[in-house]
């Protein structure tokens, strides 16, 4: 499964989940809209695609692509090469714009995302060893980091860098001062 970020707004204006199933009808085929919404299709060497818009406006997709024998059959078949380089084209097109970025930006959305959740993870060390080794740190700030600490963690889980790094600069601060 991949999460990709999607610029403000869009979700809206593309019309939300149902909208992507619009959207994705016009790259795939077979398409069947979601009972959660979002949509479920396929085309060429793309044997599954699942995407949706989660609630805190991630495009989420799963994708399943042909491999092995199957594959090469697909290609060793009358058509088989441009049909695949057409799957690829059309898995592009539909990330353009049910994202609103290009593959850069949403390469470059990716990288940022990665350094935020690797400074959360940071901050929270940093401060686990802070919360050990201060002899002056009151009860109530300890346990006020901790709190804080099972925060940052859940949006973590959640995929939420942006959510955890802010709460990971907070308990930086209140660890340091």
Do not use: H, P
């Not at 990709?4 to 809209?33: H, I, M, P, W």
């Not at 740190?137 to 942006?162: D, F, P």
């Amino acid at each position: 499964m991949e999460r990709f970020e999607v610029k403000r707004g869009l979700v809206k204006t593309n019309g939300g989940n149902a909208g992507l199933a619009k959207l994705g009808s016009q790259y795939f085929n077979d398409v069947s809209s979601g009972v959660a919404g979002g949509f479920t299709a396929s085309f060429g060497i793309l044997s599954l695609i699942e995407a949706n818009y989660s609630e805190d406006g991630k495009l989420v997709v799963e994708v399943e692509q042909m491999k092995g024998q199957d594959l090469d059959e697909f290609l060793n078949s009358d058509g088989g090469r441009e049909l695949a380089m057409e799957s690829r084209k059309c898995w592009a097109g539909f990330l353009d714009e049910a994202t609103g970025y290009n593959s850069k930006q949403r390469g470059d959305k990716a990288k940022e995302a990665g350094k935020k959740i690797s400074k959360a993870k940071s901050n929270i060390r940093l401060a686990l060893k802070m919360i050990e080794m201060s002899s002056s740190m009151t009860q109530e700030t300890k346990e006020e980091a901790q709190a804080l600490i099972i925060e940052v963690e859940q949006k973590l889980e959640e995929g939420n860098g942006t959510r955890a790094l802010s709460l990971s600069v907070k308990l930086s601060k209140l660890v340091e001062g």
